[in-house]
Nanobody, 114 residues
Framework: QVQLVESGGGLVQPGGSLRLSCAAS????????MRWYRQAPGKERELVAS????????NYADSVKGRFTISRDNAKNTLYLQMNSLKPEDTAVYYC???????WGQGTQVTVSS
């Protein structure tokens, strides 16, 4: 079955960086559009970034454009999110998801605070 395991979250100061990873299994990762979402306390889950199956096309929410970079390693079945210049408003649980399935991982907590 589809499994998604996010990791790499933590506590970071404003202006800092983190790199999230998502290990995927149970489906053909290399043929799948992948996405990162986040959910802040009291808010709805929002789409942060997406990447095409080959990694040639990426899209970002306006709130993270220029600061976050989505990438993938199809040989390792792993999705990444490099987050730079982090702001307190980036605090959320971050999830990866395959566009073709409704399965969610457990998420990884990112907290940006001084």
């Amino acid at each position: 079955q589809v499994q998604l395991v996010e990791s790499g979250g933590g506590l970071v100061q404003p202006g800092g960086s983190l790199r999230l990873s998502c290990a995927a299994s149970g489906f053909t990762f290399s043929a799948s559009v992948m996405r990162w979402y986040r959910q802040a306390p009291g808010k709805e889950r929002e789409l942060v970034a997406s990447i095409s199956s080959a990694g040639s096309t990426t899209n970002y929410a306006d709130s993270v454009k220029g600061r976050f970079t989505i990438s993938r390693d199809n040989a390792k079945n792993t999705l990444y999110l490099q987050m730079n210049s982090l702001k307190p408003e980036d605090t959320a649980v971050y999830y990866c998801k395959c566009r073709s399935f409704d399965t969610w991982g457990q998420g990884t907590q990112v907290t940006v605070s001084s």
